[in-house]
């Protein structure tokens, strides 16, 4: 039997910025937009997001958080977030996919399996453990009882021309944010 995702409540983020007057403040203190279906499915809360590196600094900006979940990578970014992931019904066909971008993932509670195609094997992450992940192609799985929760940052990568020749482009997203073809 799966935890509630009520053990994984929506969490408080703080974000400074600068008053009127130029005086350091925090210009946001509530808590992250919750995306996703409830119950136990994927849940993501996004900290924050810039689409452009280095990251312009005004004394304040909207919130890019504010909208739907968005899978995609920027050009030129980085996002930041919390994702929780539910047990995955033995049924259920792990989502294969590859981002431009090169990940930081670091998992707060529970474990999560990381597949690779072609019969590489798979990695098994725990709290406490972190991983970079480049560009690679991969699914994510639970293979417990409990939640797993995840701490990401997400910065828009470029994959080489080299590499591009041995992998094939990057693939194109649908609007489901699922891959393409």
């Known amino acids: 039997m799966s935890d509630s995702t009520d053990n994984y409540p929506n969490l408080r983020r703080v974000i400074t910025g600068h008053d009127e007057n130029g005086r350091s403040v925090a210009m946001i203190d509530n808590l992250c937009v919750f ?8 849940r993501v ?5 810039h689409d452009t590196l280095p990251v312009p600094i005004d004394a304040t900006e909207p919130d890019p958080t ?4 968005n899978f995609n990578m920027p050009d030129n970014g980085l996002r930041v977030r919390i994702t929780d992931i539910p047990p995955t019904p033995a ?12 990940d930081y993932l670091h998992v707060l509670e529970g474990e999560i399996t990381m597949l690779f195609p072609d019969d590489v094997p798979p990695v ?10 480049r560009a690679t192609d991969h699914a994510w799985v639970n293979h417990t009882d409990k939640h797993c929760r995840l701490f990401i940052v997400m910065i828009a990568g470029r994959i080489t021309p080299s590499l591009e020749k041995l992998i094939g482009p990057m693939p194109d997203w649908d609007p ?3 891959r393409a073809g």
Request: hydrophobic share 35%; aromatic share 8%.
């Open 35 to 42: 995306h996703g279906a409830g119950g136990d499915s994927w």
């Open 45 to 49: 809360q996004d900290i924050w997001e």
């Open 176 to 178: 489901d944010h699922k």
């Open 124 to 133: 098994i992450l725990r709290k406490g453990d972190t991983l970079v992940q």
């Open 66 to 69: 504010a909208g739907p979940v």
């Open 91 to 102: 049924d259920a066909q792990p989502f294969m996919h590859r981002t431009n971008s090169v």
